[in-house]
């Protein structure tokens, strides 16, 4: 059995301090809205980022505001693996010290560790949120649930054993439909990449309509910074010099639309999103590629490619098994230890 084990000689790296709160004004008020969104709807989709910064400080501002924490909402992420949510139940809910390298586990083992484990924005994340947790009695604290492959990385072998998983995509739907859905009085925000969550669009809200009324699922489209050729087109939307947050009725009916907005086709802007948040003018930081991984590191992430061979045969090995996927529910996903 291969396990991983993180390097303890990882050089230092320069990481942006962790934000817990959002100073009063625009952006707060911004970050209010979406948690109103909560008093009408059970499910709260909004993008996730992939190396901005601004899009994870407006989570972190979202996550630290009173108007988040009296709604009692989870939030489901897409750069953690669920395998293991016991462990970051243990970080952030019981406030047990864990050490950084087992936490970092979280994202290594995902679809994309290149990507996440590279990031030094999701450590900054689980930090800010557990700093925020320190502040809140256990029933009211922040869960934050793994929502990317459920694969046990260490057993891996063969493309067999990736097989017997599901991909992101239905692993998220699944604790959406399976997980919250059966009790109204649960909420969830959902933290995923914009080509996942737009409404008519993305294998996850396919799979979500499946079972759900579209008006238990609320879509924020996020615009986070203005570039200099759209000012015209942010305009249109509302105020461009500061942040704001716009409802589906006061959208305008036809575009053109900024480039954020990529998945706004020839339909109306409420055949996708339910709202929109604007995180203000000033330019976004892309810290993608910060953390180098170690050698260790390296080379799982080489055996773990290994098994899959040819990835157009290990989609279709893997929907051939996917009445197998989600065989161990409802144990699939830890118990809530609040």
């Known amino acids: 059995m291969a396990l991983f084990v993180a390097a303890p000689s990882r050089p230092a790296q320069q990481t942006p301090e962790a934000t817990t709160?959002?100073?009063?004004?625009?952006?707060?008020?911004?970050?209010?809205?979406v948690a109103a969104a909560f008093d009408t709807h059970q499910f709260v989709f909004i993008g996730s980022?992939?190396?901005?910064?601004?899009?994870?400080?407006?989570?972190?501002?979202?996550?630290?505001?009173?108007?988040f924490q009296r709604r009692l909402p989870d939030v489901l992420v897409e750069w953690a693996n669920p395998v293991h949510q016991t462990l970051v139940d243990r970080y952030l809910l019981k406030l047990d010290p864990v050490p950084q390298d087992s936490l970092r586990r979280?994202?290594?083992?995902?679809?994309?560790?290149?990507?996440?484990?590279?990031?030094?924005?999701?450590?900054?994340?689980?930090?800010?949120?557990?700093?925020?947790?320190?502040?809140?009695?256990?029933?009211?604290?922040?869960?934050v649930l793994g929502g990317c492959e459920p694969i046990d990385w260490s057993a891996?072998?063969?493309?067999?054993?990736?097989?017997?998983?599901?991909?992101?995509?239905n692993w998220a739907a699944h604790v959406v439909m399976e997980h919250f859905a059966p009790d109204p009085g649960r909420r969830l925000l959902v933290v995923y990449g914009d080509g996942h969550i737009h409404?008519?669009?993305?294998?996850?809200?396919?799979?979500?309509?499946?079972?759900?009324?579209?008006?238990?699922?609320?879509?924020?489209?996020?615009?986070?910074?203005?570039?200099?050729?759209?000012?015209?087109?942010?305009?249109?939307?509302?105020?461009?010099?500061?942040?704001?947050y716009l409802s589906a009725r006061q959208f305008p009916s036809s575009g053109p639309y900024p480039r954020e907005l990529f998945y706004v086709r020839d339909d109306p802007l409420t055949s996708y999103v339910d709202a929109i948040a604007y995180l203000g003018p000033q330019s976004d930081r892309d810290l993608l590629n910060l953390t180098e991984l170690t050698k260790g590191e390296s080379a799982e992430v080489d055996r773990r490619n290994a098994p899959?061979?040819?990835?157009?045969?290990?989609?279709?090995?893997?929907?051939?098994?996917?009445?197998?996927?989600?065989?161990?529910?409802?144990?699939?996903?830890p118990r809530d230890p609040r």
Not at 156 to 169: G, H, I, Q, R, Y
Not at 207 to 226: C, P, Q
Not at 316 to 327: E, I, S
Request: proline content about 6%.
């Open 199 to 244: 409404h008519n669009g993305g294998n996850m809200m396919g799979h979500l309509y499946t079972k759900l009324d579209r008006a238990k699922l609320f879509v924020v489209g996020t615009i986070g910074a203005l570039e200099p050729a759209e000012v015209e087109h942010v305009a249109r939307l509302g105020d461009q010099t500061r942040p704001f």
């Open 156 to 169: 891996v072998k063969t493309a067999n054993d990736v097989a017997l998983n599901p991909f992101k995509n």
């Open 21 to 33: 709160t959002c100073r009063p004004g625009a952006l707060a008020v911004v970050a209010d809205s």
């Open 49 to 67: 980022t992939h190396g901005g910064k601004k899009s994870h400080d407006f989570l972190l501002c979202l996550l630290s505001r009173p108007a």
């Open 308 to 333: 899959k061979g040819d990835l157009r045969q290990l989609m279709q090995l893997r929907f051939g098994n996917r009445d197998r996927w989600f065989r161990s529910h409802p144990k699939d996903l």
């Open 106 to 143: 979280v994202w290594f083992d995902t679809d994309a560790p290149r990507l996440w484990a590279r990031l030094p924005l999701i450590p900054e994340f689980y930090k800010a949120v557990r700093s925020i947790n320190t502040q809140l009695d256990l029933p009211r604290r922040i869960r």
